[in-house]
């Protein structure tokens, strides 16, 4: 019997260190996005302290050139500008820094700095 509960807490314990990537809830306010200005866009994004994250299941198709910031109650803040998207589709952070506190808004911006017109918004709870 010792042998068997000892072998069973090393397997536990071995499995620990991945148990954050089986884990369903993320940290910190989510939301969808939704396409803008006939641009499609879906997936999750995840907001926290340090910043916005999209999810694996992000895409975003028929614009150029967009940038990455947010919003409150329906109107961009330019000053939270977080830099060009990374790609159209996949998971990427990006960093908030220390000039906003991320946790004033609650809309995540896909915009173009070109005109600013939004490409996809994402409300965040």
């Avoid at 314990?13 to 396409?35: I, N, T, V």
């Avoid at 992000?58 to 614009?63: C, N, P, S």
Wanted: aromatic fraction near 8%; proline fraction near 4%; hydrophobic fraction near 40%.
């Amino acid at each position: 019997m010792n042998s068997r509960l000892i072998t069973t807490t090393l397997f536990v314990c071995a499995l620990l260190p991945a148990l954050p990537a089986f884990a369903q809830d993320r940290p910190g306010r989510e939301g969808m996005f939704q396409g803008q200005n006939g641009v499609s866009a879906s997936g999750v994004v995840v907001v926290t302290g340090a910043g916005v994250s999209l999810m694996r299941d992000f895409k975003l198709e028929g614009a150029e050139g967009a940038h990455v910031g947010l919003g409150r109650n329906g109107s961009f803040d330019a000053g939270t500008d977080m830099g060009a998207l990374q790609s159209a589709e996949g998971s990427q952070d990006y960093s908030a820094g220390s000039s906003f506190n991320v946790s004033d808004y609650d809309e995540v911006w896909i915009w173009n700095p070109a005109d600013g017109t939004p490409l996809a918004i994402a409300k965040i709870n």
